[in-house]
């Protein structure tokens, strides 16, 4: 019976992929091909037949270490993506909209300020007090996690691109739908809501995160004394 680990760790002895991840890749191979063998020898394959149709399974094995190491990239990517932008990004989210809605259920009264005449905006004074502190938590965790500093931008201002989705893209949908709010979203009420949910709020978060772009200093090696470049 051929020794499949073996046999796999050889063909792909030059998978440019760390210790442990190469192990993996080879174990899981080894056990796929363990298991194709094992339902040809099954149906009444002769041991070498057998083999030899497991093997024809993979036709080109520079072309399979192509493959896998793609598909590696993908997911470091993806999970470089995820720790850098969308967990600090929706616990911002998360973290500013618990305590809005934790003001709402008081029945906080907003702050009306009037501007233009006849309108006015809604200021909750005590939520945009915290946007700075909700922001700097969301560049921080980003920073940490090997973020750039535009994603650390991302992070902070996400809850504000939640916003303005739903303004650009919930709202006209229920103006279509529902006959009862048709003709309500003109192009004033939409900068109204742009000024209100966006740009006040986005300052407010701003305020913390950038200057954690510059305060945050990412670690790096020490070069022996006397060492050049």
């Known amino acids: 019976m051929a020794d499949w680990y073996q046999l796999v760790r050889q063909r792909l002895s030059g998978l440019p ?3 442990a991840e190469k192990d993996e890749v080879h174990a899981e ?4 091909l363990e298991e194709s063998y094992e339902a040809s020898r099954g149906e009444g ?13 993979v036709q080109d094995w520079r072309d399979l270490q192509c493959k896998i190491l793609i598909a590696k990239r993908k ?3 993806m999970q470089k993506r995820l720790h850098e932008l969308w967990i600090p990004g929706f616990l911002t989210l998360i973290l500013s909209t618990i305590f809005l809605m934790t003001l709402l259920q008081h029945r906080f009264q907003p702050r009306v300020v009037s501007w233009g005449g006849p309108h006015t905006i809604l200021l909750y004074l005590p939520w945009l007090l915290s946007l700075p502190v909700f922001g700097a938590i969301g560049a921080y965790l980003s920073l940490r996690a090997g973020g750039s500093r ?8 996400f809850p504000v691109l939640t916003y303005a989705a739903t303004i650009f893209v919930i709202l006209p949908v229920s103006n279509i739908v529902d006959p009862h709010v048709q003709n309500t979203l003109r192009l004033g009420n939409f ?3 742009i000024f209100e949910w966006t740009v006040i709020p986005g300052t407010a978060l701003l305020l913390g995160g950038f200057p954690v772009r510059f305060l945050f200093l990412p670690r790096r090696a020490v070069r022996p004394a006397g060492s050049n470049g």
């Open 150 to 157: 535009r994603t650390a931008l991302l992070a902070t201002v």
């Open 75 to 77: 997911g470091h990517l």
């Open 17 to 19: 992929l760390e210790a």
């Open 29 to 32: 191979l080894a056990a796929h």
């Open 45 to 57: 394959l002769p041991e070498q037949e057998a083999i030899h149709h497991t093997l024809a399974q």
């Open 191 to 193: 900068l109204h809501a």
